[in-house]
């Protein structure tokens, strides 16, 4: 599955390292630069002024690549960043020209995933879960995630009667999904077990049903028996444009109440929008940190104004030189305050080729 985000005529990020443009002489026409207001009050950052440099580069966050410039001297900084778009999709969403519209990535002012071991039709069964996302632990039985990302969740499940299981799962939230589909299962007494999937499932090529790691069907749905045994069922579902999603769940043929089903419970319905190509601003004045991901920005936006090619970066990038206006709100991570920032702008943004 790719990562695609587009700006100019194509943005898709790649690299994680940071490239610094050498200063610029004051004497030049100013090549970077953030002229605007902030707070109503005028602001000015100048690529060669106040030893202000123009840094570029690619970053990950919350699993998803985030390209971004960055005119700064230590002390004031600002940092205007762009996500990919369609992390979890592979059809071609065309380009981002001039004159297009791109909206600040919003802080939702709800949940987007309750991993609680409470959503779980066996809950009375499980004495415990630990929650692990990409890797660190976040807590036990119940844990919130707030911020749009590309997850992978693993969930350490103890049984009231001492077994347990560790299951992962790769959960997308906050962008847009080209697959999003549920495993479902149902188990005779006698261990015959019926798996199917339920969801959006409208182009796919093929699915490709596991247990315990071994391929035992290429088809829809799977009807079979496991015994009296417990077993870990995998579905892989290839999409018609090349998109490919797993996802695991554990099928109880003890009837012990130790099974897991598909995470895709945990999801919560929220009425933000989604982050695919949006905007984060981050500024820093006299060392006070401000961010844009930190304030519900609905009505914020990013108008592209004018693109050229920079350069070529030593990792053979294309640097793109992108002309554009901002409005947005921040607010201070040491105090809390809420400003608003307006300003036009020209940034460096590394590409592929």
Excluded at 187 to 215: E, R, T
Aim: glycine share 10%; proline share 1%; net charge negative.
């Amino acid at each position: 599955m790719k990562y695609r985000i587009i700006l100019a005529v194509v943005l898709f990020l790649v690299s994680c390292k940071k490239q610094e443009i050498e200063t610029i002489p004051e004497s030049n026409t100013p090549v970077f630069y953030m002229d605007g207001t902030w707070a109503g009050q005028h602001i000015n950052f100048t690529a060669g002024d106040d030893g202000m440099v123009m840094n570029y580069g690619t970053e990950t966050r919350n699993g998803v690549h985030y390209s971004f410039g960055e005119i700064t001297n230590g002390l004031n900084s600002i940092k205007l960043g762009v996500f990919d778009g369609h992390v979890a999709l592979e059809t071609f969403a065309g380009n981002i020209k001039i004159g297009d519209t791109l909206y600040m990535s919003s802080k939702f002012t709800e949940n987007l995933a309750n991993l609680w071991k409470g959503n779980f039709a066996n809950d009375m069964s499980i004495s415990n879960v630990d929650w692990y996302v990409n890797g660190i632990f976040k807590g036990s039985n119940q844990v919130f995630i707030d911020e749009p990302g590309v997850y992978e969740i693993c969930g350490n499940f103890t049984f009231s009667n001492g077994d347990s299981r560790n299951v992962c799962n790769t959960m997308y939230l906050g962008f847009q999904q080209d697959l999003n589909f549920a495993i479902r299962h149902f188990i005779a007494d006698n261990g015959d077990v019926k798996l199917w999937l339920d969801g959006d499932l409208q182009n796919f090529d093929q699915v490709d049903w596991y247990i315990d790691d071994s391929l035992v069907a290429c088809s829809p749905n799977f009807s079979g028996n496991i015994g009296a045994n417990q077993r870990e069922i995998s579905a892989i579902v290839h999409h018609h444009n090349g998109a490919v999603l797993k996802k695991n769940i554990v099928v109880d043929g003890t009837f012990s109440g130790n099974f897991v089903e598909d995470f895709d419970i945990n999801k919560l319905v929220v009425t933000g929008t989604n982050w695919d190509y949006g905007v984060g601003l981050e500024v820093t004045r006299n060392g006070e940190k401000f961010s844009s991901f930190e304030v519900a920005n609905y009505k914020s936006k990013l108008v592209v104004k004018e693109m050229s090619i920079f350069e070529t970066n030593a990792q053979g990038q294309i640097v793109v030189r992108i002309n554009a206006e901002v409005d947005a709100k921040l607010k201070s991570l040491q105090s809390g305050n809420t400003v608003n920032m307006s300003f036009n702008s020209f940034f460096a943004i590394p590409i592929q080729n």
